[in-house]
């Protein structure tokens, strides 16, 4: 995450206890050894009977494997296959491919002299429990209420920043809302490790969210994720992103529909539960992107929650009138930067939590737009907007959210009836070729995935780029039923739990290997063992902007499960939102992987 770059430094001095150091010292050791001890990576969660199933031996020649139940009966026999091409520490790998072993079960991948892989389960709706786990991990995240144990389990804690006193901040003031005016701006989502509020991460968070639940309808009614609201006829997915759309709405100055740019304490929080915090809380300067950010997701959210007028009453007409005021206010003021620097150069206190400062809003005003039209149908939203201002497609972030205005198009039914966006056609062309080059070389690299064919993926959460690339690649099997593209979005499933360079499961308590020390305040400070579950770590980042020596410094090792490591092992709402969208669109396209190759039971 490109916001902490700078700022995440004043962190390490902040991590409490003696103890907390050497548990963290020892599991980086731990980690190096372990790295070592098992050269079999696959996926630790499993494999669909019908689809691909793949895992990548790290030496071996040309020696078979074999799968084996938990017995140790050998009921399938393969050959190891070396990689065309080698990996990014420029050695061999060798695929054990054994999609034709379809019988369901739970069982172990054995190369002779090299010993076994982590258990693995072969069985329909394998990633069942992981998708719902990396939703509800937002419930986790909220602020303002207390977790109960009913709900959170071992994790359950006291309620933190209730956020019914939020001070306006100086660079916020207007006239109507000087400064030191108070505010009342409960709910939301922490955002990542912190504790603060950000409109603008919030946005792709919810926007991915909301997206899961429009494109996979059926089968988000199913999945439930014990929270309080469960049972009160919304699915639980839409419950969930309520907790942080109602906060959202909170954020919008009503005198003149701009947005402020976040909710935060002035400085970080210390590595304490969140409950334990007392300092003044403040919502900072208005700015275009977080202004667009929110006209985008009310829009889209009026669209979804229109449905549900019973649960929801009102709820569809507050959010468009909502969008409508911040877009009518993003027009005027178009080029509103928030620079928290130069802001701490005029105000006071001083903000030095998360900027997500962005100079350039052409993306902002395409997904508004885009959001705007499909929610309307009035074409006068998109009029005036160049949707296809530079050739490039890339997955979204925080910073770059173009494609996600693409995506709201080319799921537009009425749009796509009616021709009402001339430039569609291209659109759906350019999708499609980027998809393309994602994953053109994929069956010679050595860990069979899109994430390991570029090193300029491994940079800060890398881990949310495998998964975005994975939603790409569901876009784009969803526009040409080309089942190439959907094979290859479970690849990228694979590479997360497991099947990559360092062989972790990268989602916290889903596998056998997973993160145990992610930078988390609420992980770190609960004195429980484990880590709240379903957390996307960031990933393998060579960069080591923390000041945190990785064991490797190859591009897809440089990975370290190390509290203070921010630049590899940092959560954030939007890292999770990606893979969120991936593991439960899998699911719910299982029976479409089906393999066409006849089983060898």
């Known amino acids: 995450m490109r916001k902490k770059l700078t700022i995440r430094k004043t962190v390490i001095g902040k991590l409490t206890g003696i103890c907390l150091l050497l548990t963290v010292v020892y599991s980086a050791s731990a980690q190096t050894n372990d790295a070592l001890s098992n050269p079999i990576r696959l996926n630790q969660i499993g494999f669909y009977p019908g689809a691909t199933k793949k895992a990548v ?3 071996g020649d040309s020696r078979s494997f074999t799968i084996q139940t938990s017995n140790r009966s050998v009921v399938y026999t393969g050959k190891l ?6 990996s990014f520490a420029g050695k061999t790998t060798y695929i054990a491919d054994f999609t034709t072993f379809n019988k369901p079960g739970q069982y172990l991948l054995n190369v002779a002299g090299l010993g076994n892989s982590y258990p693995f389960t072969i069985q329909n709706n394998v990633h069942q429990k992981v998708a719902a786990g990396v939703v509800k991990a937002y419930y986790f995240m909220r602020a303002s209420t207390p977790l109960r144990a009913r709900y959170a389990g071992k994790w359950n804690r006291a309620e933190g920043h209730p956020d019914d006193k939020v001070l306006i901040h100086p660079s916020a003031a207007s006239d109507k809302r000087p400064a030191g005016t108070i505010i009342s701006s409960p709910g939301g989502w922490y955002d990542a490790g912190d504790y603060n509020k950000y409109v603008v991460n ?5 926007c991915t969210l909301l997206s899961l639940y429009q494109d996979f309808p059926a089968y988000m009614n199913t999945v439930k994720l014990n929270i309080p609201e469960s049972g009160n006829g919304l699915p639980d997915i839409l419950n969930e992103v309520l907790w942080n759309l109602r906060w959202m709405l909170t954020m919008q100055d009503p005198n003149d529909g701009g947005v402020y740019h976040k909710l935060t304490n002035a400085a970080f929080d210390k590595f304490e539960m969140p409950d334990k915090d007392a300092t003044p809380r403040y919502v900072v300067q208005k700015g275009t992107a977080a202004t667009l950010d929110f006209a985008a997701v009310m829009a889209q959210a009026a669209t979804i929650f229109k449905q549900f007028p019973k649960q929801t009453p009102g709820l569809a007409d507050s959010c468009i009138a909502a969008a409508k005021n911040a877009w009518s206010w993003a027009v005027k003021n178009p080029n509103v930067a928030y620079r928290q620097e130069e802001n701490n150069i005029k105000f006071t206190p001083a903000i030095t939590t998360g900027g997500y400062g962005d100079n350039n ?15 309307t149908q009035d074409a006068a939203y998109i009029n005036n907007i160049n949707l296809l201002p530079d050739d490039k497609m890339p997955v979204p972030t925080w910073s770059q959210v173009k494609l996600l205005g693409y995506y709201a198009l080319i799921n537009d039914t009425h749009a796509a009836d009616l021709k009402a966006i001339k430039e569609l056609p291209e659109i759906k062309k350019r999708l499609l070729n980027t998809a393309d080059g994602l994953i053109k070389g994929v069956e010679d690299n050595a860990y ?3 994430m390991t064919l570029s090193a300029r993926h491994f940079g800060w959460g890398s881990n949310s780029d495998a998964a975005n690339e994975g939603v790409l690649l569901l876009q784009a099997y969803r526009l040409s039923h080309d089942k190439k593209y959907l094979d290859n979005a479970l690849a990228d499933l694979d590479y997360l739990l497991g099947r990559n360079a360092t062989g972790y499961s990268y989602v916290t308590g889903f596998g056998s290997k997973t993160p145990m020390h992610p930078h988390h305040r609420p992980s770190a400070s609960d004195g429980v063992v484990d880590p709240i579950p379903g957390l996307l770590v960031g990933g393998p980042n060579p960069g080591m902007q923390d000041g945190i ?3 490797s410094r190859v591009p897809d090792e440089a990975y370290i499960d190390d509290t203070r490591a921010y630049a590899a092992n940092e959560i954030t709402i939007n890292w999770n939102a990606p893979i969120a969208y991936l593991a439960n669109a899998i699911e719910a396209l299982q029976k479409e992987l089906s393999a066409t190759e006849k089983s060898t039971k």
Do not use: H, R
Request: glycine share 2%; charged share 10%; hydrophobic share 45%.
């Open 57 to 59: 031996v790290l030496s």
């Open 81 to 86: 296959i070396p990689s065309v091409n080698s």
């Open 202 to 206: 919030s946005g792709i968070s919810t």
């Open 361 to 375: 809003f052409t993306d902002e005003f395409i997904w508004a737009a885009s959001a705007m039209f499909t929610a």
């Open 448 to 450: 069979q995935t899109s």
């Open 549 to 551: 020596k990785v064991p």
